[in-house]
């Protein structure tokens, strides 16, 4: 898939999965350009999409194991463009004229899209910060890179178009760093690694992703900090991104049998340890400021609920 947290692009283009083997066009460009199904049918009608190169007039059609679909987002017919709200005011730990950084609660989606039209951390900075609305993706507005939902911790936003293009450019060259705070199930059998593995949408359910041959190329450094035994064995692990795919930590860490606690789309809700979300936060983030070029670094505490359960560990 062409969209990943370093690129940000209005044109996704996809190889077909076994799993979304025979589905209707229109709810292939529902799945993988994160619009609803009635903006997906209007993409399909303005000619934004095709396969293996033909342009598809109908979503009825089926599709095939090994086709090519590629969906050009910016044709979409007058998209509603996220609105500003108020009601919420965000944790900014650093603002200057060219960019933000939010420590992001956990439970909060970073942008609008299929099933999230508002209540998003872009409406909330879009209040705030008004300019944003014209940087980078209009639908998306000063995004560069993205966390998951429950994922708490750092996140850099582009208040002006040389900001966006500036940090696009290091997402893409690999030179942001960012280091998150983990607990696992398990105990891993190296203290310290780099999980290699493609990552691309799983064969079996077309809503998750995996480690999969025709996959992504996704690289995940991790270190043992901690491990416990008591009241399960479980471990505090630090990853660092060389990549970043979508669900990339999580995805990489189930594939060698150690997934994040509490993560139920990937095998981390077991009996012995409680959380509401998976244990997962982005505790520093690092890159060149795009009007200085100067190295800015910031960091950001654990949340009550991350260090709490650590605490329950021994």
């Known amino acids: ?36 199904r009635s903006a997906a049918a209007a993409l399909i009608e303005s ?8 342009v598809i007039a109908a979503g009825k059609e089926k599709v095939a194991s090994g086709q090519t679909i590629t969906v050009d987002i910016s044709k979409a017919v007058a998209p509603e463009l996220p609105a500003a709200d108020d009601s919420v005011s965000l944790e900014v730990v650093y603002a200057d004229a060219d ?19 508002s209540g998003t951390m872009v409406n909330y900075l879009l209040a705030a910060y008004p ?21 708490t911790g750092l996140i850099v936003v582009a208040r002006t178009q040389r900001a966006y293009e500036s940090l696009v450019a290091q997402l893409t060259e690999r030179s942001v760093t960012r280091v998150y705070s983990v607990v696992v199930w398990g105990i891993p059998a190296s203290v310290n690694g780099v999980i290699d593995a493609p990552i691309g949408r799983d064969q079996r359910d077309a809503t998750r992703m995996a480690v999969v041959v025709d996959g992504r190329p996704s690289r995940t450094h991790y270190a043992v900090e901690r491990s416990f035994h008591v009241p399960k064995e479980a471990s505090l692990v630090e990853c660092r991104l060389e990549t970043g795919r979508t669900h990339q930590i999580r995805v990489h860490l189930a594939s060698i049998g150690h997934p994040v606690v509490g993560d139920a789309q990937y095998g981390g809700v077991r009996a012995g340890l ?41």
Do not use: C, Q, W, Y
């Open 47 to 54: 000619g934004a999409v095709t396969l293996d190169g033909t």
């Open 274 to 314: 409680r959380a509401g979300r998976p244990m997962l936060h982005a505790r520093e983030l690092a890159f060149d400021h795009p009007g200085s070029g100067e190295r800015h670094s910031f960091s950001a505490a654990a949340p009550d609920d991350f260090t709490a359960l650590v605490a329950s560990l021994s």
């Open 1 to 36: 898939m062409s969209d990943d947290t370093g690129s940000l692009a209005r044109r996704v283009s996809e190889v077909i999965p076994d799993s979304l083997a025979d589905m209707r066009i229109d709810r292939v460009v529902s799945l993988i350009a994160d619009v609803s």
């Open 99 to 117: 960019v933000l950084v939010v420590n992001k609660p956990a439970g909060l989606v970073v942008h609008p899209g299929a099933g999230n039209k």
């Open 131 to 151: 300019e944003i609305a014209r940087v980078g993706d209009p639908m998306r507005p000063g995004i560069v890179h993205r966390l998951d939902a429950g994922t």
